[in-house]
């Protein structure tokens, strides 16, 4: 009460030093038309400072400001500037410990909170009950939003929040003293301890009446509520963690037990005593919470109250086939039927006929065995455990039938049932069943089993000797004509469509399969060669034919043919291709040629020398020695290398290598063209016959020759006449201290190549020609010897020059 007055006074006072729009706030008595939006920064700080100063906080002076005709808008405008201006200059509102101890609803109502750590208990966890206290998550804490209860009882420690509004007004909240009495401004002090709500807020209104005129004239109205909440002292015995605990005065017994743990190892969870003034007030059986949802042994806690959990007197154990195993507390006179209720009854796989039972004597065990007739009758002993078994997996009127009738499944079987009672319920046999025989697998007394024959077409015209009589667990099969026949196939390879195998049909003919394949392509030529199995019983070695040709002849740009071919099951029919059916393949030309482009190549004969004149022959800029043919690599010269066995070591990668250089960086041969010889020698060799997909190409003439490689300066040289291989290398700086001259070579206009030789002493350098490459080489790594290969050297020399001059001694 001391605080929130303070509060009052503090935006009394603060409002002197602030702008014209918070005096209005905090002089005038009516609110509602005040714009929070016009406070300032420096009003929002001596805000700040003020509530910092004596820890309060906004939500504590929000009675108020509503009380005087504010909206809960503009009250949440001012909060949210107020933290906003917090926030933004670092400024936080420290609430003191006293404060966070305390917990508040959105209705302003506070309670002191109550932290209470749960600990997972191992040791009762199968103990029907206990997982209802392991749960931090239910408490059954009071809800401080809820109305305040009808029969609340005021005490010490309780606070009400008494409001008058009208002509007059009036605001404050009053805490119940240790003496039981409230204390109002000019009012007095008025006693209300012991008092339900109820009866304290007509005495309060009474008092507030004698003083307020307006009150008693109803020009003003009175308001009481309870805004705190006392704390009351209960002592909990038994529990996993008693001892004395201050809770809520709205707190119920099961709050309480969720504080203690709930009952102890050895606690009841039936027979749990509420002690007031010395009495037993309430006795509470959680179960009946838990099985039915019952919460009338839930009762209200008074100061003092005592909780005793005592041991419990029986349980028994429950394993197996039902809903909820575990360990179940049982009170005198409960029966079997009582635990099955707890346990949620059996599930469905549980053997309910009867239930074994293991009892403890003075001296041993025992098992009982309790029928389905005793449940109700059986008392149960503190130790029993009960085993709840899962029924056989067997059929006790179970009978199948399968194969060729409309319905193949199982049935219910029924005595004196007989084959075409079973045919009958399975909607009858179907148009391929086999009516000479059916079978019966049947199970036999010692689980073997054996087979009995059915003469179905009898069974079914009434002969009782053949329908015969059915037992439980038989099946019956009947059989299809189609799981005799054996699967035909035929086979079409060639110029169709969609060549392979397929399903063969009686009366299949050529015409069917080639519209079933999808057509004749245009390449299919007259010609049909069908292959048929030769079938006999007897073998004749004079006859050296493994099958049967049969050679037709079509029209091969119709899919329907005159004489319609009748196959037989396993043909292999092959449509020839035409002679002569190739599709326009080209090459290209490219360079210094009148007509780049590509080019068909009109014969099969088409070289290289024909080409470049229907392109229009070489051009003043052409380089005659610089035509060269690039030639794609085709799969299937790949496809060779890497069947080539190289005899190399399994760690040896040259063979990966060059198979992947060829794939990936090459893609192509090349192939020079002495072009000057073929002018004067059609017949000469580089006139090469071109293949589809060949690239000529014709440089253009360049004085200039590259070298590149381990080289001082990959550069462009001018050609000049008469100088020799040094002269370039010279012109570049030489190679560097990895270059390998001797292993030099070039590369021609025309993609021919030449390496430097030599013989003795003396060196042959290849020439040189405009557009030409020289390409200067790596040395390759050689590896040093080591110390110890010298020392082993040495030594070795040494031993035979030993055994030289012994040998000579």
Not at 215 to 232: C, E
Not at 397 to 404: L, P, S, T, V
Not at 631 to 637: F, G, H, Q, T, V
């Amino acid at each position: 009460m001391k605080k929130i007055t303070y509060v009052f006074f503090l935006f009394f006072t603060l409002s002197m030093s602030l702008s014209v729009n918070a005096q209005d706030l905090m002089k005038s008595k009516d609110l509602s038309t005040v714009n929070v939006d016009y406070l300032s920064d420096d009003d929002l700080a001596k805000i700040s400072a003020q509530l910092k100063s004596n820890n309060a906080t906004i939500d504590q002076v929000e009675p108020m400001a509503l009380s005087k005709g504010m909206t809960q808008a503009n009250f949440n405008k001012l909060k949210l500037k107020l933290t906003e201006y917090e926030k933004k200059n670092g400024v936080g509102t420290k609430t003191t410990a006293k404060t966070t101890e305390k917990k508040e609803s959105e209705f302003g109502r506070k309670q002191e909170s109550i932290k209470n750590v749960k600990v997972k208990d191992s040791a009762n966890a199968l103990i029907f009950g206990s997982e209802l206290f392991d749960n931090p998550t239910l408490n059954f804490e009071s809800d401080l939003k809820m109305a305040t209860p009808i029969n609340y009882v005021l005490g010490p420690g309780d606070e009400l929040q008494v409001s008058v509004y009208g002509v007059q007004e009036y605001n404050g909240n009053l805490p119940v003293s240790v003496e039981g009495k409230v204390t109002i401004d000019y009012v007095g002090q008025i006693t209300v301890s012991g008092m339900s709500i109820e009866a304290a807020t007509q005495k309060i209104k009474s008092a507030i009446a004698r003083v307020y005129s307006t009150v008693r004239a109803g020009q003003s109205q009175v308001s009481v509520s309870l805004s705190k909440i006392r704390t009351i002292k209960v002592t909990i015995v038994g529990g996993k963690q008693p001892g004395n605990y201050s809770i809520s005065s709205l707190a119920t017994v099961y709050n309480a037990l969720h504080l203690a743990g709930g009952p102890g190892k050895n606690g009841s969870y039936r027979n749990i005593e509420l002690i007031r003034n010395n009495k037993v007030y309430k006795n509470i059986d959680i179960y009946r919470f838990l099985v039915k949802g019952d919460q009338s042994d839930n009762v209200a806690l008074k100061e003092n109250d005592v909780v005793r959990i005592p041991a419990y007197s029986h349980r028994v154990t429950v394993e197996g086939e039902v809903k909820r195993p575990g360990i179940f507390e049982m009170k005198k006179g409960e029966s079997f039927s009582d635990l099955l209720n707890f346990a949620s009854g059996f599930n469905e796989f549980a053997y309910t006929a009867s239930v074994n039972v293991i009892q403890k004597t003075g001296k041993e065990f025992k098992v009982h065995d309790i029928n389905e007739s005793e449940y109700k009758s059986y008392q149960l002993q503190s130790g029993d455990v009960f085993r709840i078994t899962k029924i056989l997996n067997r059929f006790e009127n179970r009978i199948k039938i399968e194969g060729a009738v409309f319905r193949p499944d199982y049935y219910s079987y029924t005595d004196g049932m007989r084959v075409s009672d079973l045919i009958t319920r399975a909607e009858g046999l179907k148009e391929d069943a086999y009516s000479k025989r059916a079978r019966i697998i049947r199970l036999k007394t010692d689980l073997t089993t054996e087979i009995v024959n059915v003469n179905l077409e009898a069974a079914l015209s009434g002969d009782l000797s053949a329908d015969i009589e059915l037992k439980r667990e038989d099946i019956v099969t009947v059989y299809s004509i189609l799981d005799f026949r054996e699967e035909y196939k035929v086979t079409i390879d060639g110029e169709v469509k969609n060549p392979g195998e397929y399903e063969y049909y009686e009366n299949l003919t050529l015409n069917d399969l080639v519209v079933q394949v999808g057509g004749l392509t245009g390449s299919a030529s007259k010609r049909v060669e069908i292959a048929r199995m030769v079938k006999s019983d007897e073998i004749d070695d004079a006859d050296p034919k493994r099958v049967e040709l049969v050679e037709l002849e079509i029209t091969a740009d119709n899919n329907e043919q005159v004489k319609n071919f009748v196959l037989k099951p396993f043909d292999v029919i092959n449509i020839r291709r035409m002679a002569v059916y190739e599709k326009p393949q080209m090459v290209t030309i490219s360079g210094a040629v009148s007509y780049p482009g590509k080019y068909v190549l009109a014969n099969k004969k088409e070289t290289v020398y024909n080409v470049v004149m229907r392109a229009g022959g070489l051009t003043s800029i052409a380089n005659l020695d610089g035509m060269k043919i690039k030639r794609p690599i085709k799969a299937e010269e790949i496809e060779k290398l890497e069947s080539i066995d190289l005899n190399l070591a399994k760690s040896d990668t040259i063979k990966d290598k060059l198979t992947k250089k060829l794939k990936e960086e090459l893609k192509y041969a090349t192939i020079p063209v002495n072009w000057e010889k073929i002018v004067k020698d059609k017949n000469h060799y580089s006139n090469v016959t071109l293949f589809p997909g060949d690239e000529i190409e014709v440089s253009i003439y360049n004085e200039g020759v590259k070298v590149t490689g381990n080289v001082l300066l990959t550069s462009e040289i001018p050609y000049r006449s008469g100088k020799g291989f040094k002269y370039y290398l010279n012109a570049v700086g030489g190679v560097d201290n990895k270059g390998w001259k001797r292993k030099a070579y070039i590369i021609y206009p025309n993609g021919k190549a030449d390496v430097t030789t030599s013989f003795l002493f003396f060196r042959s350098y290849p020439k040189v020609e405009p557009d030409s490459q020289i390409v200067v080489p790596e040395k390759p790594e050689r590896k040093k010897m080591t110390a110890g290969e010298w020392v082993g050297i040495g030594s070795v020399i040494s031993s035979l020059a030993l055994l030289i001059v012994t040998a000579f001694k």
